[in-house]
């Protein structure tokens, strides 16, 4: 447990000290030592991770020539690393170096706060579902295209995510409604309480897995499997609402005026796709891995918060969306060791 708090604490203060160097050779020193401080623990680890032995696995039965049911961009992954003569690490590696690089394409001055969000929310999942994590990267990589009105760009990059995971596939729709429909704060807002209203009036979930267009969807495939497809067990309650209350503040606490039109919608989307999907996820656990893919809203949230601020109010705002994650998810995760990831070991 150790070993990921110095680790973060360490990537915050390289982060910080990138999100604030003027110099050029010192920033791209900062950047790429952030960049090895993620990368080197992911691509060097052994072992950890719930899935980590289930990848190896992969790694051997597709190069026997055994069918798998897998994504065609994990497929060719796996081949090249076995083509090159590697051995399965590799994978790891290289799975690691591109799901961190899509990452790290965030602005210098709003990289801060994506960066340590991302690692307190993300990071140590991605040493589990690595295949998501890929997609995740990419969708977000995506975003940044498509608030740059870079559309093109955006479909082909979160298209190639989707081809390590098939959940990338949700964003294309959203990201074609975000290029081309505004929604403000209001309208986010007053479409988040109907989306509460009907989920707790109606039971839409069997309705919703059984959608013809999500037929295909890996993680609606695993809702046939018995862990998956049950009830998610709320006890009091309080940390649903806290974390709740938390993503309708760090939403709240952002400024519209101050923002893009453009991005301020487009993040608003990712906003609502979360929101739909955490509280799916309190009646279905398969529904969590749908929410983990929304994550990336939080992303797009801290990049906005990253903007300059003098007022008292919004700075105390800010240091309370950072500590409540850090404390009851990053912490929790790690004393709970959610994605087996403790000990940390390595392959030498």
Partial sequence: MAFYIIDFFLFAIFAYLYSKSDDISMTMCLKI?????????AACRYGIGTDYFGYVRHFEKINSGNNLNVEIGWQFLNKLVFFLGFRQQFVFAIASFITYFAIMRVSKKESFFVFIIYYMLLYTSSYNTVRNAISIAFCFWGYLYLIKNKFILCLIVTFVGSLFHS????????????NWVRINKHKTLFISIIIFFFLN?????????NLPILENFRWVQYATNNAYNRQTVVRTGLGVLLRWITLF??????????CNSKEFSSMSFLFLGLWFSDILATKI?????????????YLALFKLLSKETRNPIKILGRLYCVIQPFIFVFLINLKNNENEVIPYAMFF
């Avoid at 503040?249 to 101050?258: G, M, V």
């Avoid at 656990?285 to 809203?297: G, H, N, P, Q």
């Fill in 201 to 209: 009036v109606f039971d839409l979930t069997e309705i919703i897995l």
């Fill in 167 to 178: 959940s990338g596939l949700v964003f294309i729709p959203i990201y074609f409604f975000a």
């Fill in 285 to 297: 656990v398969i529904f969590t891995r749908l929410k983990i893919c929304f994550f990336i809203a």
């Fill in 249 to 258: 503040f760090t939403y709240l606490l952002i400024d519209e005026n101050e």
């Fill in 33 to 41: 030592i952030c960049f090895l401080i993620i990368f080197l623990p």
